[in-house]
């Protein structure tokens, strides 16, 4: 599974960015997709997970501002992110989940200035 970030950038704080994900193959068959992040010196932290059956979950830092969808016939895997703050920026990266193996995509720098 190759997965293809993109969608990032420089915006100001409490704007809003769409980030995508687009995988090489069906997404229907992998087990769960998920946004991560990782701002300078500090460690991964995971931000948004959509299972297959459509159940989502979002780190708390997130819940409320932040929201991940899929369309299964693009193949690809969304973040919606809302209310921006400056502590949102760092790298972000998408993964896929299929039979206990991860699968990590480059990453895409979000900024966000105050």
């Known amino acids: 599974v190759q997965l293809q970030a993109s969608g990032g950038g420089l915006v100001q704080a409490g704007g809003s960015l769409r980030l995508s994900c687009a995988a090489s193959?069906?997404?229907?068959?992998?087990?769960?997709m998920s946004w991560h992040r990782q701002a300078p010196g500090k460690q991964r932290e995971l931000v948004a997970t959509?299972?297959?059956?459509?159940?989502?979950n979002y780190g708390t830092s997130v819940k409320g501002r932040f929201t991940i969808s899929r369309d299964n016939a693009k193949n690809t895997v969304y973040l919606q992110m809302n209310s921006l703050k400056p502590e949102d920026t760092a790298v972000y990266y998408c993964?896929?989940?299929?039979?206990?193996?991860?699968?990590w995509g480059k990453g895409t720098l979000v900024t966000v200035s105050s």
């Open positions: 993964k896929a989940d299929r039979w206990a193996i991860d699968y």
């Open positions: 193959g069906s997404i229907s068959m992998l087990d769960a």
């Open positions: 959509i299972t297959n059956s459509g159940n989502t």
